[in-house]
């Protein structure tokens, strides 16, 4: 019954609906502005905690990542579905995830994030968005012409424990070391005292919309990358209807919370360097499409045992701390020093990619 | 029975795209689809419906599911 609730449009209209609501609370709760959630930033901050990267201004170790994973894998294994899978071109999947961060934070925030900022009157949202939309076009366009990373095999129940093991490592990390106020660094973590880094809910709100947000997305598939790619494929409106009452319900959220604030300058956390909003997301919705799913999918997919999509997680982390320790990610001020040039290596990369992939395969039998 | 898709190890999309490959091809008639993941299994049956096909049966493998679609 509820199984079937969730795979139903209704199912994935209140899961949106779900994280429509507590994406600005979190936000009203302590995270950054426009920034309830957003996968690509978090993840970022915790390659910043780890010492991945110093950028002082974005160092904070992520409960809702961590939330996301473990929520997923509980789900998974109340409803019988976590199923360990690996193997469909790991080291592809890390590089488009290195790419796909790369680009999400030229814009400054991953398609997640790219909906809140619009649901918060951000109109620069609008340059990603038309980005993410051109990226997952072109990636339709390849997979309509034979792209595919081939098949993952079934394999031992540690691979997809490895992801959700690393979560709990983290959130240990987080309570033998916890932020102490004022100080950069508490035990082997860092910790931001200023900036988006210093702005954060309660660790256990966090931890529970997280999980809560993970068990819900589990089921009903949410995806924020599908939803445009299953439109523009085969025009079905499934997974779009999701991500449609994401941004009504976070717009009215936001309304009722007095966080609409409409506008192009002086958003939280944003540039106006439309060009490169756009650039950005065209290689971020590019790489999410050619790895079949948003950064959001690919934590919960991790979650559920795909070992394949954990290889993109830890790619997006480690993209993160390329693109801060080389200046490739953007800053309120604009595009990053180098971060015009890692766009158009990242698209080179993902075009190369998009266009080498393309053994057609037997769909006859193995 | 010829009219097999083995999408199992295969990740979103690949599961519907092959699948409508197979319904373009054979129009009318019965399709089995091998899947091994359950969103894939809701995918395709989604899909397969949306083309005017039926589901005949879901029957549970070792590895996944088999998905029997007809059209008449």
Known sequence: MLRRFFASRWGIISVGAFIGVFAPLLQKWGNPGNMGICVACFERDIAGTLGLHRADVVQYLRPEIIGFVLGSLIAAYVFKEFRPRAGSAPIVRFVLGAFAMIGALVFLGCPWRAMFRLAGGDGNAIFGILGLIGGIWVGTGFLKGGYNLGRAQETKTVVGWLLPLIMLGLL??????????????????????????????????????????????????????????????????????????????????????????????????????????????????????????????????????????????????????????????????????????????????????GFTMRKKIASGGR | MSNIVDARGLSCPQPVLLTMEKIKKVKKGAIAILVDTDTSKENVSRAATSQGWKIKGIKVERIGYRLMIVKK
């Open chain 1, 172 to 353: 240990t990390l987080m309570l033998l070391f916890p932020q102490v106020e004022g100080q950069p660094q508490s035990g082997i973590l860092f910790y931001s005292i200023k900036g988006p880094g210093s702005l954060h809910a309660p660790l256990f709100i966090a931890l529970g919309v997280g999980l809560a947000v993970g068990i819900l997305a589990q089921r009903s598939r949410f995806c924020t990358m599908g939803a445009f790619r299953d439109l523009i494929l085969f025009r079905q409106t499934h997974l779009f209807l999701g991500v449609v009452a994401l941004v009504i319900v976070a717009f009215v959220t936001n309304l009722i919370l007095k966080q609409f604030h409409p506008g192009f300058v002086n958003q939280p956390i944003a540039h106006t360097m439309e060009l490169w909003n756009v650039g950005g997301m065209v290689l971020a919705g590019l790489a999410f499409s050619l790895a079949g799913g948003c950064p959001g999918r690919q934590l919960f997919l991790a979650g559920e045992g795909d070992g394949d999509a954990a290889v993109f997680v830890l790619g997006m982390i480690t993209g993160a701390a390329f693109a801060h320790n080389f200046g490739l990610a953007s800053s309120p001020q604009g595009v990053g020093p180098h971060g015009i040039a890692a766009v158009v290596i990242g698209l080179v990369v993902c075009l190369f990619i």
